[in-house]
């Protein structure tokens, strides 16, 4: 699963989660090198 930033840099996490647990579309601030600051990424598809 792919985490994207929400500051359009291209910037992106790889993570894994529980689909059980959060079926939903998971969203977390963190860190984007790029911008060098702490933005929202959001779950993509």
Same mark, same amino acid.
């Given at each position: 699963?792919?985490?994207?930033?929400? #500051? $359009?840099? $291209?910037?992106?996490?790889?993570?894994?989660k529980? *689909? *059980?647990?959060?079926?939903?579309?998971? #969203?977390?601030?963190?860190y984007?090198?790029?911008?060098? *600051?702490?933005?929202?990424?959001?779950? #993509?598809?």
């Amino acid at each position: 699963m792919k985490l994207c930033s929400t #500051a $359009g840099t $291209g910037y992106t996490y790889v993570t894994r989660k529980n *689909r *059980r647990n959060s079926p939903d579309r998971l #969203a977390l601030s963190k860190y984007d090198p790029v911008v060098r *600051r702490h933005v929202e990424f959001k779950e #993509a598809r």
